[in-house]
């Protein structure tokens, strides 16, 4: 248990740092009493990328520390490492992922806080069916929307989230929507031009007169 | 043959697209080895002391630790230039300097065992700024640099490699000039390159002198060739490239974090991954160089220089990785801007109690420049010159020499680039901008709007040597054997394009191997824009052997000669009756593979070029200076992909590039030694929010050395940009500003607008 005490607070430290003032939604930590119920089991319910998993809180392999991140617990337990964690502060955006259909930073979030949520990584954003590509993943493809493509996981989440909340967002919301996601490489025009282009396909589908 | 292009120029997917926007493309902290450790690094808390003693006892009892090294366990490894740094060392030389390494079954547990090594040091004085250092009481970093001055020499290259620039007769040159402009200038921020992935590794033995490396570099072959003489010749080692999450050069710093990692798994038994937090990126890993001339311009009236004289003291932070290097390059680069008959540039390379500087894209420009140029313009502006005009008229042109970094004089054979730069300043409305020196251009109630322009150029898009293999397979495919990662700027499918061009396969048909050193032939690696001209010709020349053996295969089956074959498609015809045709796999059978061999000799005549126009916005009450637009200007002969030639334009603000001038700066604390914003919230980056405009142009003048007429600018994109925003900035409040990065505090004390020079 030693090794988990120190990490927690570490966590605690960094959060205090990192804050979380990028734009991207913050969860509230309210306790279901489903999850509470669960909590007493030591289990949690998770459902990542559209697939339920119960997981054991506890100090081996495959369980859930208490201290766990988020980003941690997708990436070393669930071996989703499409998520990065580029800072492990909240700071850079690129381990954004969506908790219930909102953008979060998941190295600022213990994975004991989103129990009975649902999560989306960028694993997930391809339909599981056809295998599929997002309109967005398509785009940044189109657009080459990415360099060195570390970051790009993250943007791709911030732009889904973004869109399902605000499906024709102006340019400045856009930029606002993108504005905690760090690239150094700059292909940060080359993004706009992906979304843009994404959010004018939706507009062409929904308007009536076509 | 006039055929248009069917891949070059145009803007293909990224053969590794879906990979990355899946979050399937696997980087270093991906990547999970059967029984792998992690490696961690104790740093230490004080920026210069000897180790009295060291006590890794209890850290050595910790459940779950499998190793822990200090300087006492560690073979004679070194790196540095020349080699000067061991490994560990007895000696601590920086705040985050290694002290021990420490193995374990997770990372926690290695971070907590940390705690349990216990150090005792005897604090030394610690030094800081390059003039104090080679003072004669001055700290003494090592023994065998007296005055903390390093030599000057590359032994990589060659054996006169470039040391100074000197030539002509300074003293008649002077005397010949109308206008003298003299003093100090510096680029001293040490800005932080800082990829977006943090650096990292894993080592696996295989037997003692076997070692295999998973690392990020954009050049395994030659990074693996380094580790061997970092390891005494003693070590073989396979190089395997994964992923990179950015470089810009600093990708090839990693080396002491691959050894951490090597030391451990041998002492281990086991493979282990070292992966630097955030933190250890920040402070221990590569900034760039720190940059001071003291230099005097002699002009005539016209805009003739005469003559050019100084010292260049470059600050290398605790050891050189390769400065002298940077020092060659630098000095053949201030040549190509500025056309000089008389020099006599002495630089010096002094080490400080502070992190490392390293390769950092700019390479020695970028900091040579941004401190001479604003001396320059001090001169230019005497002259009451255009600074466009000014460089259109010294940047360097066919038939015009210079000292490149081997210290031989090379002749241009490139293309002019003064229809560029009349481009780039047109779309800029330059002429309508540029209101003369410390003019604005607009004035808008508190708002001063300031123009500036930046030139640069590198004659090292042929530096080096690159090898690699084609093979043809009979089902109409084509492997590239070419040891490079890709590190963002595509140049991987790039080379697919043209190998496809060169061989008219569809794209999907041509593949790259995995970067891995133990299957490739020897490759430098991409940077110095080097990959389109060097790599590409070493490429393409393969890819034309190969597609010679296969006309030669074929020839007889079509009853022609080989010179009069073509090739479409997986389809061999004859050039003048294409119906008399045979597929690949007839020609060559199913049981053969056709490989060609291609290499590229270094060639230093052909200097690209960049020009970057700014547009600054300078609120004179609060000192803020927004950048509002930018319009980049090159030639690169033949665009091979539109799309990844502009991300590497824009890629100018970042990577301490042009916002170096701006808010970009690790700040140092000259009492303790730390550094203070070491991490992503107190060092400042540009957001989505502040895109200024920007422009690109590109003309495509035909460079005749190449196959695709094509070469590469990646490398310079950065190194125009901070002076360019000093003199921007400089123009929009009327004063001159001289230092980097120009935050707000700053101007308004130019301005005079602080109390006793606080804001």
Redesign the interface.
Same mark, same amino acid.
Do not use: W
């Given at each position: 248990m030693?090794? &988990?005490q120190?990490?927690k607070r570490k966590f605690k430290k960094l959060a205090a740092?990192?804050?979380s003032s990028l734009g991207l939604a913050t969860l509230s930590l309210r306790q279901p009493s489903k999850a509470a119920r669960d909590n007493e089991r030591h289990r949690i319910n998770l459902m990542v990328n559209g697939q339920p998993y119960q997981l054991e809180i506890g100090n081996q392999s495959g369980e859930i520390g208490p201290s766990d991140t988020l980003a941690y617990t997708l &990436?070393e337990t669930l071996g989703?490492?499409?998520?990065?964690?580029?800072?492990?502060?909240g700071?850079?955006g690129?381990c954004t992922v969506l908790v219930d259909g909102k953008a979060i930073l998941s190295c600022m979030v213990l994975t004991i806080e989103t129990d009975g949520r649902s999560i989306t990584?960028?694993?997930g954003? &391809?339909d599981p069916n056809t295998g599929r590509?997002d309109p967005l993943?398509?785009a940044?493809?189109?657009?080459?929307a990415?360099?060195?493509?570390?970051?790009?996981?993250g943007i791709?989440m911030s732009a889904k989230a973004l869109l399902a909340e605000n499906p024709s967002p102006t340019e400045q919301e856009?930029?606002?929507g993108?504005?905690?996601?760090?690239? &150094?490489?700059?292909?940060?025009?080359?993004?706009?031009d992906a979304v843009r282009a994404v959010i004018r396909q939706r507009g062409v589908k929904n308007d009536p007169a076509v | 043959m006039t055929r248009p292009y069917r891949f070059i120029g145009k803007a293909t997917p990224r053969k590794d697209g879906v990979e990355i926007v899946t979050g399937e493309a696997k980087f270093i902290a991906d990547i999970k080895l059967p029984k792998m450790l992690f490696g961690k690094v104790l740093r230490s808390p004080l920026p210069h002391a000897n180790i009295k003693n060291i006590d890794a006892g209890r850290a050595k009892r910790s459940d779950g630790v499998r190793a822990v090294l200090t300087y006492q366990d560690v073979p004679e490894w070194k790196g540095g230039m020349p080699a000067h740094v061991r490994i560990l060392d007895r000696k601590v030389r920086f705040v985050g300097d290694a002290v021990a390494l420490v193995a374990a079954e997770t990372e926690e547990i290695a971070l907590e065992a940390l705690d349990g090594i216990e150090v005792e040091y005897e604090p030394l004085p610690a030094v800081y700024d390059v003039k104090e250092a080679m003072e004669p009481n001055a700290p003494q970093l090592y023994t065998q640099f007296p005055g903390n001055v390093l030599p000057n020499r590359c032994p990589g290259f060659g054996p006169k490699s470039l040391e100074e620039i000197a030539m002509g007769n300074v003293e008649q040159g002077f005397k010949e000039a109308g206008i003298i402009a003299e003093g100090t200038y510096a680029y001293e921020n040490i800005p932080n390159p800082l990829t977006a992935e943090p650096p990292g590794a894993i080592a696996a033995w295989e037997g003692p002198d076997h070692l295999t490396v998973w690392s990020s570099a954009q050049n395994p072959y030659w990074e693996g060739v380094l580790l061997y003489l970092r390891m005494g010749r003693k070590v073989h080692v396979r190089y395997i490239g994964t992923h990179c999450g950015g470089s810009y050069g600093t990708r090839l710093m990693s080396w002491q974090l691959i050894l951490y990692a090597a030391l451990l798994a041998q002492a281990a038994n086991r493979p282990v991954k070292v992966c630097y937090s955030r933190e250890e990126h920040f402070a221990a890993y590569g900034l760039r160089l720190g940059s001071r001339i003291h230099g005097k311009v002699g002009m005539k009236k016209e805009g003739t220089i005469t003559a050019i004289s100084g010292e260049w003291l470059i600050n290398t932070g605790f050891y050189s990785q390769i400065t002298q290097g940077q020092l060659a390059v630098g000095c053949g680069e201030v040549q190509l801007a500025v056309r000089c008959p008389n020099w006599d540039l002495k630089p010096k390379i002094v080490c400080t109690n502070r992190a490392a500087s390293g390769i950092v894209r700019g390479f020695g420009g970028q900091e040579l420049k941004s401190a001479f140029l604003p001396l320059l313009t001090e001169a230019m502006e005497k002259a009451d010159l255009d600074p466009v005009e000014f460089f259109k008229g010294n940047y360097v042109k066919p038939g015009d020499g210079y000292y490149w970094r081997d210290g031989n004089w090379w002749v241009c054979r490139g293309v002019d680039y003064t229809k560029a730069m009349e481009k780039g300043a047109e779309a800029f409305g330059w002429k309508e901008k540029w209101k003369g020196w410390l003019k604005p251009t607009r004035v808008n109630g508190a708002k001063r709007i300031g123009v500036g322009v930046g030139v640069h150029g590198n004659a090292d898009v042929g530096e080096d040597v690159s090898e690699a293999y084609v093979r043809l397979d009979p089902s109409a495919t084509a492997t590239i054997y070419s040891c490079l990662a890709e590190h963002g700027t595509g140049q991987r499918s790039s080379l697919c394009k043209m190998v496809a061009e060169i061989l008219q396969l569809p794209l999907e048909n041509i593949s790259m191997t995995p970067p891995d050193s133990l299957l490739h032939p020897y490759e430098i690696g991409p940077f110095g824009s080097r990959g389109t001209y060097a790599i590409g010709s070493a490429i393409i020349a393969a890819a034309e052997e190969a597609k010679k053996k296969l006309f030669e295969r074929c020839a007889p089956m079509l009853k022609a000669n080989p010179e009069d074959l073509e090739t479409e498609d997986g389809w061999v015809y004859r050039r003048e009756k294409p119906e008399v045709r045979i597929p690949w796999r007839a020609g060559m059978g199913v049981d053969r593979t056709l490989l060609g061999y291609g290499r590229f000799e270094p060639d230093f005549t052909v200097p690209n070029f960049m020009m970057l126009l700014v547009e600054v916005e300078v609120d004179v009450e609060t000192g803020k200076v927004e950048l509002v637009d930018v319009v980049s200007a090159t030639d690169v002969g033949q665009i091979i992909d539109p799309l990844n030639l502009k991300n590497q334009l824009h890629g100018s603000l970042g990577s301490a590039g042009v916002d170096s001038a701006l808010f970009e700066e690790s700040i140092l604390d000259k009492k303790s030694g730390r550094l203070l914003n070491i991490n992503l919230v107190d060092y400042k980056w540009r957001t989505f929010l502040e895109l200024p405009a920007f422009r690109t142009v590109t003309l495509e003048t035909p460079f005749p050395t190449h196959r695709f007429k094509a070469i590469g600018v990646g490398e310079i994109t950065t190194a125009p940009g901070p002076p360019a925003i000093l003199m921007a900035i400089s123009n929009a409040i009327g004063r001159r500003v001289y230092e980097y990065p120009m935050t707000p505090e700053k101007i308004l004390k130019v301005l005079g607008k602080t109390k006793r020079g606080v804001a």
């Open positions: 030693k090794t &988990r120190i990490a740092i990192g804050g &990436r989703l490492t499409g998520t990065k964690i580029g800072c492990d502060h700071a850079c690129a990584t960028v694993e954003l &391809r590509l993943q398509q940044f493809i189109d657009h080459t990415f360099q060195c493509g570390f970051c790009t996981p791709l856009v930029k606002e993108l504005s905690g996601n760090y690239c &150094r490489c700059i292909s940060h025009y080359h993004v706009l | -």
